[in-house]
């Protein structure tokens, strides 16, 4: 894969118009099916406070999301030194050039078209095929590995994906509203590309060092 030599700006370019292409295909699936694929949302203004609420909680839902980010990546080991790796290796070099207005709209694109296709359509369509409480964990579950396998960079990745699906599959199953996942979602990914990009890319401090006895600073 050559990356390098495709502008930076192609790549986010590319990556919004994915990330929202999702969304579409979602919309146009559920139309098929008589599914809304955004449960809960509503544009009424009546409900804006309970729409308000929806995203106010899936702001604070993705703190756990950021913990754990923090600590896998400051203390990796096993499968997850690997992870790290494979990510600086092919990730960094697609998203190191992206300004924080790009990593913004990606990040928001990404919240709707995932949450629209993996939760909104996938988990909602097979919670409504299977009606219950097990239909319902059975949903969550297959939405969820559909999920870390199409994010699948490393088994690892792929693992912790699915896990993470697994989290915004049970906000939707709380909040019965979308935009807790999606806002989880958005958040989570934005502070995972400034995370990345800031701590991978920041000067490295280089202590001087001494030449003879007379400890001068080599120049």
Do not use: K
Request: aromatic content about 10%; hydrophobic content about 55%.
């Amino acid at each position: 894969m050559i990356v390098a030599s495709v502008p930076p700006r192609f790549h986010a370019g590319a990556a919004i118009a994915f990330e929202t292409g999702l969304a579409v295909v979602a919309a146009g699936i559920g139309w098929l099916l008589g599914l809304w694929p955004l449960p809960g949302v509503s544009l009424s203004v009546d409900r804006w406070v309970e729409q308000s609420m929806a995203v106010g909680w899936g702001v604070l839902a993705a703190g756990p999301l950021i913990v754990g980010l923090l600590l896998v990546d400051r203390f990796p080991c096993g499968p997850w030194r690997d992870l790290q790796q494979t990510v600086d290796r092919q990730l960094l070099p697609w998203i190191r050039h992206w300004t924080v207005g790009q990593m913004a709209l990606i990040s928001l694109a990404a919240g709707f078209g995932e949450e629209m296709l993996f939760r909104g359509l996938l988990q909602t369509a097979l919670a409504d095929w299977l009606p219950g409480i097990w239909g319902a964990a059975f949903a969550l579950l297959v939405a969820s590995a559909l999920f870390g396998v199409c994010h699948w960079i490393t088994a690892s990745y792929a693992v912790l994906a699915g896990l993470m699906g697994v989290y915004l599959g049970a906000l939707l199953l709380i909040t019965d509203n979308l935009l807790t996942p999606v806002a989880t979602h958005a958040v989570y990914d934005f502070v995972a590309l400034i995370y990345l990009i800031r701590s991978r890319t920041e000067p490295q401090r280089q202590e001087p060092r001494q030449d003879g006895a007379n400890g001068s600073a080599a120049p």
